[in-house]
């Protein structure tokens, strides 16, 4: 059965990332998007992950085209979107798919694991997060209008 830390992910400028470098630590892997009225989630994403990263957090950004278009850039576009807009210094990968047969493996993985309301694996929309705990279980899914101030609580206990 695979963990998490099974995977290999191509990073933002990209590398490939072996998700088990982040063995012992807590996740929240989140698909983002940098034309969503949920864009500003990444100001709370970052304000979290300074807060907790120190402690053993990380923040996962995915970016990702399948809702409404609202990715366009390619994955340069994106950290230049991220860094002047939002200051962001958590971990950013390829733009990826979340849904369908080109869904990437790790985004499979997540949604077998945890999957959203009456079981559908689907992903709904932008900002769908995935806590994953340091065990590597992953032990919440929050919907994409639960801001990262709302799931602090639920993340610090993981930590």
Same mark, same amino acid.
């Given at each position: ?38 864009? @500003?989630?990444? =100001?709370? !994403?970052? /304000?979290?992950?300074?807060? #907790?990263? %120190? ?6 950004? $995915? ?41 990437? @493996?790790?985004? =499979?993985? !997540?949604? /077998?694991?945890?999957?959203? #309301?009456? %079981? ?6 932008? $900002? ?32």
């Amino acid at each position: 059965m695979p963990s998490i830390y099974d995977f290999t992910v191509e990073d933002i400028t990209g590398k490939q990332v072996k998700l088990d470098r982040y063995r012992g630590k807590a996740l929240l892997i989140v698909n983002t998007a940098s034309k969503c009225g949920f864009t @500003p989630q990444y =100001k709370g !994403l970052e /304000a979290l992950y300074q807060k #907790l990263h %120190g402690k053993g957090l990380e923040i996962l950004g $995915f970016p990702c085209n399948q809702f409404g278009g609202q990715e366009p850039g390619t994955d340069t576009e994106i950290a230049q979107f991220c860094e002047l807009n939002y200051g962001v210094t958590f971990p950013m990968f390829a733009k990826v798919d979340v849904n369908g047969g080109d869904a990437a @493996p790790v985004f =499979k993985y !997540l949604k /077998a694991e945890k999957p959203g #309301l009456l %079981g559908s694996e689907a992903i709904k929309w932008n $900002f769908t997060k995935f806590l994953v705990d340091r065990d590597g279980k992953v032990v919440q899914r929050f919907a994409p209008n639960d801001t990262p101030e709302s799931i602090a609580g639920d993340v610090e206990k993981v930590l």
